[in-house]
């Protein structure tokens, strides 16, 4: 079963802009990652907070960790059209992630030009 | 991508066939995971591999068979197709909780 559910599942900006998604998750975990897909391609990873952390930011990138309310939020500023993609969640739980990530089914972000 | 190879990266197999997806890593991370994309349900984990000779079910195991002889490869093998097994299929590397996952280009599984 999914532990994460990103809001919202689509999303279209204008270039410039600011992009804002969210990931609600279930259980107790050890750390949150973010990561992006491009149409047709793997995943990359883009960023990993841990469960005591509750900001962290690279480049252009900002993820917030509220483990009270289990959700995470990633927001992209200055948008650009390259950053036209789906975006997932994943997390690992509280031990260690031996068992692997559990993905959100993601938000596809598209940025106008 | 770099560092993580599946093959091929396209297939077309007929139900009942055997089929295996190749996967090989040059991080010498110590885990691998094998996922499986599709609409509606996202990526769900399908078998994982803490070392060589050690795998464990995921999610969604039924169907598939894995094996991890050498730490660098981990493939995935599908005794008899079904169509529900139409899917792409994507493999993973990394030594949590360090870090992120390191994904392949992924391998676009078709079952007629």
């Known amino acids: 079963s999914q532990q994460g559910e990103e809001d919202p599942q689509a999303l279209s900006i204008q270039e410039g802009e600011n992009a804002t998604m969210n990931c609600s998750y279930k259980t107790s975990i050890n750390n949150l990652q973010w990561y992006r897909q491009n149409s047709g391609r793997g995943l990359v990873h883009l960023i990993l907070i841990r469960s005591n952390e509750r900001e962290k930011h690279s480049g252009r990138l900002r993820v917030t960790l509220d483990t009270s309310k289990k959700s995470s939020s990633l927001l992209i500023t200055a948008s650009r059209a390259a950053d036209t993609a789906s975006y997932f969640c994943?997390?690992?739980?509280?031990?260690?992630?031996?068992?692997?990530?559990?993905f959100g089914k993601g938000t596809h972000l598209i940025i106008q030009p | 991508d770099a560092g993580i190879t599946q093959s091929p990266r396209y297939k077309i197999t007929e139900t009942g066939r055997q089929v295996t997806l190749m996967c090989h890593q040059t991080w010498s991370h110590s885990y691998m995971f094998w996922y499986r994309q599709d609409l509606g349900h996202g990526l769900r984990l399908i078998y994982y591999?803490?070392?060589?000779?050690?795998?464990d079910k995921g999610e969604v195991p039924d169907g598939y068979v894995v094996s991890r002889s050498k730490t660098e490869n981990f493939p995935l093998t599908l005794e008899s197709a079904t169509r529900s097994q139409t899917s792409v299929y994507f493999c993973a590397s990394g030594d949590p909780p360090r870090g992120g996952y390191t994904f392949g280009s992924g391998t676009r599984l078709t079952v007629v």
């Open positions: 994943a997390t690992v739980k509280t031990g260690g992630g031996a068992d692997g990530l559990t």
């Open positions: 591999s803490a070392a060589a000779d050690i795998t």
